[in-house]
């Protein structure tokens, strides 16, 4: 993976605030590869750690991280090959049950997740799922509400990136476990929007295990000169589809072993 940065700072900045513009105003922009063709997985990345020093400077706090496109369905469904990472901030939280909001929100969906609680630094390259298991204080059940800000959900993996991986909320809830003591490859997993069965999945979707997802996001991390500190909060990659969500739906994911998360959406 190339992280050759071909944009000039301006373009960067620029690209920048398009993109926080669109995030926080809700509204849907075309791919930044529109405008510039030859736009590098580095470009998107540069892209992204400037929005992350934006927001950090408006005091946003940066909890963690997460994998996005780390299975087979999201890689086919959204046409790229290599997974990506985004940074996660204090006020993409929301409670266990809540009542979240879609107003401010671009085209929302949600997804199941593994998430990943470090109580000791991982760093890149070469870092491994075995040192993620020996990492990680806990892992609980999470659900990613996801929010491309490109006109009908079509993009390209460099503006994803740029879009900090389509992070907008996300909510951690059930149980916490020492993933020492689970089988963290075969744990099944349902959503249910409304009462119904909308996605179903087994965690070995990601990449064959999710803290395989984590190990990679912490080799991409080594890439951009960056790596994982204790006590941060990962996730590990939607184990199912993206669920699109609107004002009225309720939404349960009911994880194997972990208990299950909810939560509800309102205007």
Known sequence: MSMTITLSREDIVRLCERVEGAQRRA????????????????????VQLE?????????????????????KAKMLQMGVSVPSIGFLTDRMARPENSAISTGDLVHPRAECEVAFVTKQALV????????????????LPAVEIIDSRFSGFKFDLESVVADNGSSARFVGGGRARDPREL????LGVVMEKNGEMVAMGASAAVLNHPAEAVAMLVNILAELGESLPAGSF???????????????????????????????FVE
Not at 27 to 46: N, Q, R, S
Not at 54 to 69: F, M, N, S
Not at 183 to 186: A, G, S
Not at 237 to 263: H, N, Y
């Open 27 to 46: 509204y849907a922009i075309p791919k930044l590869t529109d405008e510039h063709p030859g736009m590098t997985l580095g470009d998107g990345y540069a």
């Open 51 to 71: 929005l992350r020093r934006r927001l950090v400077e408006q005091g946003h706090r940066q909890i963690g991280w997460k994998a996005g496109l780390t299975s």
């Open 124 to 139: 890149g390259p070469g870092c491994t799922k075995e040192d993620v298991i020996a990492a990680t204080d806990y892992v």
């Open 183 to 186: 089988d963290l490859r075969t």
């Open 234 to 264: 990962v996730m590990s990659g939607g184990i199912t589809e993206a669920i699109p969500v609107k004002p009225g739906d309720s939404v349960i994911a009911r994880f194997q072993e972990l208990g299950s998360v909810s939560m509800r």
